[in-house]
């Protein structure tokens, strides 16, 4: 009975020192009560640029009292210790009570999907697309951080692409040099009409990679050209926007690197045609950005690191019996101020 005590407590206290080691990520066990009588700051005093948030629909560990409960990434690049005070949050124009909290303070781990168009259009900057892939390959390499990139090729078609002849038509998440010694092979091939199909492409890469349980899910689009879309009289898309956005929103991040033209202008603010793909990317909480004409761009300007690195979660309880939300976060830290707004949620 004695020994028997003796290796109960140690078992006990070794669980107590690897829990104490370990980098498990805690969360408060209960959200606060909503604040009552309280209004929206006004959003004109604050700047929309350098904050992303999106529905984290990942499940979590993490041990909070709320059986439904509403989670948001939430990130603030250059901002890395935060806590409540730094946010308000606004469901349907109503103050909510939440927690926030850090998921992993340990090496994280990535997971990129390369989505690349290899038309004929893409010749002149097809060079600069995949040295910049290249570039970007080799910069998270050095980070030290967790990576696994794939890479998936598109025209008309996916898997494989209909213009160009490739060994393997993709390479699923692997090493960064792996995708460095993939992407050097690719070249742009000939298709056919204007627009091209990053839909089916991005809805390929969400369901037939490898994704890793717990990783940051980033893709990261390259294109030039407007995308072909279900119903716009082809045989070959299968997706519209509205149909792709469920499995994306909450589960990954897209990112694009457009090649500036005729379709892509650097000053455009709305993306709600069906054929624009940068709409997909502000609705999963991606960064946009342009390439220059030669398909050069700074990928580590996309923030992905310091998007993870940065990135926390914010959790709150939903009062709101509407079909869909709108969200609003309010950020201050010093006499910085920051705002996003999110439409049109559902949970």
Not at 4 to 26: D, E, G, H, K, Q
Not at 248 to 267: D, E, Q, R
Request: one cysteine or more; hydrophobic letters at 35%.
């Amino acid at each position: 009975m004695k020994k028997s005590i003796i290796l109960c407590i140690i078992f006990v206290t070794t669980i107590l020192i690897l829990y104490s080691c370990s980098n498990i990520p805690t969360a408060p066990s209960t959200i606060p009560k909503d604040p009552a009588g309280t209004t929206k700051p006004n959003v004109s005093s604050y700047s929309t640029i350098g904050i992303y948030a999106v529905v984290d629909k990942q499940p979590t560990l993490l041990p909070i009292a709320v059986p439904d409960y509403v989670k948001l990434r939430v990130s603030v690049p250059g901002f890395e210790s935060l806590s409540p005070s730094n946010f308000r949050v606004f469901e349907d124009n109503k103050e909510q009570g939440f927690v926030v909290y850090k998921e992993s303070t340990v090496k994280n781990k990535i997971d990129i999907a390369i989505i690349l168009d290899v038309t004929g259009s893409m010749s002149p900057s097809i060079q600069g697309a995949k040295n910049s892939i290249i570039a970007f390959s080799q910069a998270l390499k050095d980070s030290g951080l967790d990576v696994r990139i794939g890479v998936v090729p598109f025209d008309d078609y996916v898997n494989p692409p209909s213009d160009i002849e490739i060994e393997f038509p993709y390479l699923d998440l692997s090493s960064p040099d792996k995708a460095k010694d993939y992407v050097s092979e690719l070249y742009a091939g000939f298709g056919g009409d204007t627009p091209e199909n990053p839909y089916d492409a991005i809805m390929f890469a969400a369901t037939a990679l490898e994704w890793r349980v717990g990783s940051q899910k980033s893709m990261i689009i390259i294109t030039d050209a407007p995308a072909h879309y279900k119903g716009d009289g082809t045989s070959f898309a299968h997706f519209t926007k509205s149909e792709l956005l469920p499995y994306l929103v909450g589960y990954f991040t897209i990112h694009g690197a457009f090649v500036p033209g005729s379709f892509y202008s650097t000053s455009a603010s709305s993306f709600s045609a069906e054929n624009d793909p940068r709409e997909i990317c502000q609705k999963t909480g991606g960064v946009i950005t342009y390439t220059d004409s030669y398909g050069n761009v700074d990928l580590t300007a996309l923030g992905i690191v310091e998007y993870v690195e940065s990135s926390w979660i914010v959790a709150f309880e939903s009062d709101s019996s509407a079909p869909s939300h709108t969200i609003e976060v309010f950020f201050e830290a010093g006499t910085t101020k920051k705002y996003t707004k999110l439409e049109n949620v559902t949970y």
